[in-house]
């Protein structure tokens, strides 16, 4: 049986429940959301679970590969995948125009990403 070539996709286009494949071919996790600054274009990497510890990693950008629409793979073996940190939710704000009506200031305020 002759397996078809998996079409490569941009990060934008990453859904939830994609695998998690390592260089050496082990299936590591699941896709749980893509870090990223979207309205800005930057891609910081991929939020997983572990497939073990159920625990959510980053696959930071410079360790993935390529994505397809099958799988993520990492140019990291499974080994250094182990050693990523759990991974930790950021709160984002951004510097811009916050008040009302003619009070306007500038100040940090919550950002959408």
């Given at each position: 049986m002759v397996r078809m070539a998996e079409e490569q996709i941009a990060w934008t286009a990453v859904?939830?429940?994609?695998?998690?494949?390592?260089?050496?071919?082990?299936?590591?996790?699941?896709?749980?959301?893509?870090?990223?600054?979207?309205?800005?274009?930057?891609?910081?990497?991929l939020v997983?679970?572990?497939?073990?510890s159920r625990k959510h990693y980053l696959a930071p950008?410079?360790?993935?590969?390529?994505?397809?629409?099958?799988?993520?793979?990492l140019s990291v073996t499974k080994e250094q995948a182990d050693q990523y940190e759990e991974f930790q939710q950021l709160h984002i704000s951004r510097l811009g125009l916050i008040g009302v009506f003619r009070w306007r200031h500038f100040g940090w305020k919550d950002s959408n990403e």
């Open positions: 859904k939830t429940g994609e695998a998690v494949v390592t260089s050496d071919g082990a299936t590591i996790g699941k896709v749980v959301e893509v870090a990223a600054l979207a309205n800005e274009d930057i891609f910081h990497g997983f679970e572990h497939a073990h950008a410079a360790d993935i590969e390529r994505i397809t629409t099958d799988a993520a793979h």
